[in-house]
């Protein structure tokens, strides 16, 4: 089974960074996409973000494009959200995801979900 742990979040000011991270423990890390997702009060979970399983290939939310980066570390196995120019409507919990089938864009083909961390961004 695959366990993901999110960590980073917390307090921030408009237009300040933040640096999310997800450790990933059991199954084979390295062949999954992995995907970053977020959830606003009262809101929907939305698509933030996907990684490759090489890292050669990302795709991101339109409304976080050019701000937003994600990588991996496959010998770390570890997925990262580096977030900088953040503004209120980023703040949400954050998860991180894993496919295994291939890759998507799309929550429900991810297979394996962490409990999220919850950035606030401050105006």
């Known amino acids: 089974q695959v366990q993901l742990v999110e960590a980073g979040g917390g307090l921030v000011q408009a237009g300040g960074s933040l640096r999310l991270s997800c450790a990933a423990s059991g199954g084979t890390f390295s062949t999954y996409t992995m995907g970053w997702f977020r959830q606003a009060p009262g809101k929907e979970r939305e698509f933030v973000g996907a990684?490759?399983?090489?890292?050669?290939?990302?795709d991101y939310a339109d409304s976080v494009k050019g701000r937003f980066t994600i990588s991996r570390d496959n010998t770390k196995n570890a997925v990262y959200l580096q977030m900088n120019s953040l503004k209120p409507e980023d703040t949400a919990v954050y998860y991180c995801?894993?496919?295994?089938?291939?890759?998507?864009?799309?929550?429900?083909?991810?297979?394996?979900w962490g409990q999220g961390t919850l950035v606030t961004v401050s105006s």
């Open positions: 995801a894993a496919d295994r089938r291939g890759y998507a864009t799309t929550q429900t083909w991810y297979d394996y």
């Open positions: 990684i490759s399983w090489s890292g050669g290939r990302t």
